[in-house]
Nanobody, 121 residues
Framework: QVQLVESGGGLVQPGGSLRLSCAASGSIRSIGAMAWYRQLPGKQRDLVAS???????NYADSVKGRFTISRDNLKNTVYLQMDNLVPEDTAVYHCNAAIRSSGSYLNRDYWGQGTQVTVSS
């Protein structure tokens, strides 16, 4: 059973920083691309940043220059360093990963349960 567990959310003042972590566990054969999405109530889930298995990154325009995505392949973990946060960054952040579990020949999308990030003074 593969699962993704996020941590690191919370309340921060505008201009502050947070670091989100997402660790994959279970019977994992390999992990492809990993990503962070965010979602507001009643809205669709939007891509924030993604990172390929080789380290190539992609960011939403709204977070370029402020957020940094990284991964530790030995720990099966993806991180999102968020700096210079603004109230518009307030959302539930979900991690996503394309994972091939043991005994499988195909990647499957897995999602974490989400962690709340609130930017407010």
């Amino acid at each position: 059973q593969v699962q993704l567990v996020e941590s690191g959310g919370g309340l921060v003042q505008p201009g502050g920083s947070l670091r989100l972590s997402c660790a994959a566990s279970g019977s994992i054969r390999s992990i492809g691309a990993m990503a962070w999405y965010r979602q507001l109530p009643g809205k669709q889930r939007d891509l924030v940043a993604s990172i390929s298995s080789r380290g190539g990154t992609n960011y939403a325009d709204s977070v370029k220059g402020r957020f940094t995505i990284s991964r530790d392949n030995l720990k099966n973990t993806v991180y999102l360093q968020m700096d210079n946060l603004v109230p518009e960054d307030t959302a539930v952040y979900h991690c996503n990963a394309a994972i091939r579990s043991s005994g499988s020949y195909l990647n499957r999308d897995y999602w974490g349960q989400g962690t709340q990030v609130t930017v407010s003074s």
